[in-house]
């Protein structure tokens, strides 16, 4: 039986973005489904402030729908997701860059609902938490200014990370394209940047959410590295890899690569929607 691929997004994205690869997917024969985690997709805030003419003063006080939710609740939304695909025969859950975070503690909960869990340039946390491993080295290349230059709020203030993807700052826009598709057009840049929401969640997990060898190392897994990540790079792609392959020998990730950003793989999805179905076989 053909198994149902269940998507889960990165930080400041949704399911919208995942709908060339599934295109690309049902081309090839494919079912899929992408999921918005609590607060995102139609369940997004959209201040009037972050319209044209922005107010930004009111854009960083503004509340947002997004506060207060918790890694535990992603996890929550994607079980759920899981348990309905599960009725129809096999899953495999596929998580891009922050959704890692998600796909490790579902992984962690219920490896029962899961076939093979695929990572795409995504946090699988094995020896750190998430937010602990931007301290090391091979994070050291990664430029923290860039989102902080795009930050409209305080998040202490507001309860929830809120960036201005709507700036017209030179600057900042070349930063965000630098980090996210520097292999892109500035036409795609631009088009991908317009889907991403303003707000995110605080919770990314901590050394608590790690991988679990006795739930999570039971699940076939793949690392799908992107050669071209500037956000999560290769290195640390690869320090995640040898930590799980370290913590279940027995059960090691099968790895393939793809010449991309962080991003292009989304953007120009056919190479990637190849490798997934390759997988299914």
């Given amino acids: 039986m053909s198994p149902t691929f269940v998507l889960v997004h990165g930080a400041f994205a949704n399911s919208f973005s995942f709908a060339p690869l599934q295109a690309e997917l049902a081309l090839l024969g494919h079912r899929s489904a992408a999921v918005d985690l609590p607060g995102h997709g139609f369940a997004a805030t959209y201040p009037a402030a972050y319209q044209a003419p922005q107010d930004l003063a009111g854009l960083a006080t503004a509340p947002g729908s997004i506060k207060g939710v918790t890694l535990a609740d992603n996890a929550a939304r994607v079980i759920a997701a899981l348990e309905r695909a599960k009725e129809h025969g096999p899953v495999i859950l596929v998580g891009h860059s922050r959704g890692g975070a998600t ?9 029962d609902l899961i076939d093979r869990i695929v990572y795409v340039s995504a946090w699988a946390p094995v020896d750190l938490g998430v937010g602990e491993y931007y301290a090391e080295p091979e994070m050291a290349s990664v430029d923290a ?9 305080d998040p202490a203030a507001v309860g929830l990370l809120r960036a201005n993807f709507r700036t017209a700052d030179p600057a900042a826009l070349a930063g965000l394209k630098e980090a996210f598709l520097a292999d892109g057009t500035d036409d795609e840049f631009f088009t991908f940047l317009n889907t991403f929401q303003p707000d995110e969640n605080l919770d990314a997990g901590t050394s608590a959410d790690r991988v ?5 190392g039971t699940i076939p897994r793949t690392y799908v590295r992107l050669s ?3 956000s999560i790079p290769v290195v640390m792609q690869d320090r995640m890899i040898r930590e799980a392959d370290a913590l279940t020998p027995d059960n090691r990730y099968d790895v393939h690569t793809l010449e991309s950003s962080h991003l292009l793989w989304l953007v120009r999805p056919r190479p990637a929607a190849e490798l997934l179905a390759g997988l299914a076989g």
């Fill in 212 to 216: 679990q060898a006795a739930t999570w």
């Fill in 103 to 111: 796909l490790t503690a579902v992984g962690n909960a219920r490896p």
């Fill in 145 to 153: 200014g860039v989102l902080a230059g795009v930050l409209a709020a």
């Fill in 228 to 230: 071209g990540d500037t």
